[in-house]
């Protein structure tokens, strides 16, 4: 069998797949025990005589789609990942066959251009000056800078180790005094705490910003804040804040935050992960407004962008602190030579790195910005179509009024019969929702991803909820 051959059974199977799922004719999820699937798979025999080719690869490819979570059917409303668009995922398997490293530039030119010039794209949507295109040359005033990261908990670590070595430029070297706290909201996403205790600062040394019954920081409470952490001995490395929060999606107020910050010289770093995308939007980009204060951006591609997981940006408004962040040397990469294009290196954790700009750029070309800023819109929008459907319901209650793509819910009962409502669903496997905690309760969690959900699956999932309760009455209600 030839590669091309391969490729059209494979073509063929998964086009099959897509199509069915977005006529809603298979579930979003059937779950099957490991062992059935290890089984059901055949990865003991395949492991061992190999050959996974023609109808062999068929079959395995068919056993596969048959055991995933299915993004592509409109009853997906779960976590925060893409579904994504076909063009970019042509783009993850030019990347999967030509593989190219391209963290330096000879290792990946085409790639590396793509990644400069998606980075340039981001810039400019937040309001920061791009990079020069031409190798070498100087910009005429400071221009921001970025890279592709793995994910958005990779961008975060970046920003801070950039922040850190803005700080202490002796740091990575040194270590670092011991002395240093860092800012953030309640709601903040974990990869921060991780990221805080990874350089070695402690979680107990977050300090955490009171947010508001909407889960926003309330920035009135700052000054307070600091100088609680001036009492204590210690010296602030960063302030985070949400665009948006990952449990309920609501925007943290930018403008007064990064005020502040500019005030006290503190570095701002705006966790955009999923939010960011708003920035393309005329009419939600107002969410981010302040943007333009931040230090640093996290946004991921791979969440609201149509691009197939991995790909993340961690943007700067200054170029020089993320070429100065990692002030490690690795010397048998880094050689004198006439350089015909950028190194992203040194400015990233990772060392092999996949063309990640490429899946995304190829989103961008196949929609358009445009097109891109309709999907936001249009997922923004659906979530606030539901929650007026939600409002005209009695015993539904909904956590906050959607400032994003994101909306929580909760039954009559206690936190328990929440879980036990999302399982039920789960297990008819029409729609996959999550469930979240936020202001110490616990709702279920509706994530609008999928490009063709409707209005009308929202209601026939809350009809299978109610099916659901009627199976499962809460002991506690009735
Ligand atoms: C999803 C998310 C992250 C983590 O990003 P990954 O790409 O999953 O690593 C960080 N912060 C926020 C606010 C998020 O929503």
């Excluded at 979530?383 to 319901?393: F, N, T």
Aim: glycine share 8%; proline share 5%; hydrophobic share 40%.
């Amino acid at each position: 069998m030839t590669f091309r051959s391969d490729l059209e059974i494979v073509a063929a199977a998964l086009d099959r797949q897509v199509s069915a799922a977005r006529e809603r004719r298979t579930p979003v999820l059937a779950q099957r025990p490991l062992v059935e699937l290890i089984e059901d798979l055949r990865l003991d025999c395949l492991a061992r005589e190999g050959g996974l080719t023609g109808d062999v690869l068929l079959r395995f490819t068919e056993a596969y789609l048959g055991s995933i979570i299915n993004l592509h059917q409109p009853g997906y409303m779960g976590h925060q990942v893409a579904v994504p668009h076909p063009s970019a995922s042509l783009g993850a398997l030019i990347d999967g066959l030509t593989n190219n490293p391209m963290a330096i530039y000879e290792m990946g030119p085409g790639a590396a251009a793509i990644e400069w010039f998606v980075i340039n794209w981001m810039l400019e949507k937040i309001g920061w000056t791009p990079a020069p295109i031409e190798a070498g040359k100087r910009a005429e005033r400071i221009c921001g800078g970025g890279v592709l990261t793995h994910g958005g908990s990779l961008a975060n670590l970046t920003a801070l180790i950039a922040a850190r070595s803005a700080l202490r430029p002796d740091a990575w070297h040194q270590g670092d005094q011991g002395d240093l706290a860092v800012i953030a909201p309640e709601s903040n996403h974990y990869s921060i705490d991780r990221a805080v205790g990874i350089l070695g600062i402690g979680t107990r040394n977050i300090y955490r910003v009171p947010c508001d019954a909407r889960g926003a920081m309330r920035p009135e409470t700052l000054p307070q804040i600091l100088e609680r952490i001036q009492a204590d001995g210690r010296t602030p490395l960063a302030l985070v804040a949400n665009a948006c929060s990952t449990s309920v999606g609501v925007y943290d107020p930018l403008r007064p935050i990064g005020e502040f910050c500019r005030e006290c010289g503190i570095w701002f770093h705006v966790d955009g992960a999923h939010g960011a995308s708003a920035l393309l939007s005329t009419e939600y980009r107002h969410r981010l407004d302040g943007v333009e204060l931040a230090s640093s951006l996290t946004w991921d591609a791979h969440k609201m962008m149509r691009t197939p997981s991995v790909c993340a940006a961690l943007l700067v408004r200054d170029h020089r602190t993320i070429d100065s962040a990692f002030s490690q040397q690795a010397s048998y990469l880094f050689h004198d030579k006439e350089q015909l294009g950028f190194d992203f290196l040194h400015r990233s954790v990772e060392c092999t790195k996949s063309a990640m700009g490429l899946r995304f750029f190829m989103v961008l070309a196949a929609l358009g910005e445009q097109g891109l800023a309709r999907y936001v819109e249009h997922q923004y929008r659906l979530a606030e179509q539901v929650h007026d459907y939600l409002k005209g319901i009695d015993d539904i209650e909904v956590a906050v009024a959607p400032e994003s793509n994101i909306l929580c819910l909760r039954l009559p009962g206690t936190d328990a019969h929440q879980l036990t409502l999302r399982d039920g669903i789960l297990n008819r496997g029409d729609f996959y929702i999550t469930s979240t905690e936020f202001q110490g309760r616990r709702w279920l969690r509706l994530v609008f991803m999928n490009p063709e959900t409707t209005l009308d699956d929202v209601k026939r999932l809350v009809e299978q909820i109610r099916d659901t309760e009627r199976v499962n009455p809460d002991s506690a209600v009735y």
